[in-house]
């Protein structure tokens, strides 16, 4: 049991660097993707704002 254990710990930490070097890589190699994406969460992010301060006005 005690090997199962310490194995799935092991993956999960190898899984972790893995991807959080390919995280480190991404902007560097598409920065423009990534300003693309930001900029559509924020304005996502806004209107989900918007539409609740309406939701907000009109049901008082």
Do not use: C, H, N
């Not at 190898?14 to 969460?41: K, S």
């Amino acid at each position: 049991m005690m090997a199962g254990v310490a194995a799935t710990l092991s993956l999960v930490a190898v899984t972790a660097v893995f991807f959080r070097q390919q995280v480190t890589r991404l902007p560097e190699t598409r920065p423009r993707q990534i300003a693309a994406f930001t900029r559509t969460i924020e304005a996502v992010a806004g209107i989900v704002l918007v539409a609740v301060a309406l939701r907000e006005i009109l049901m008082r």
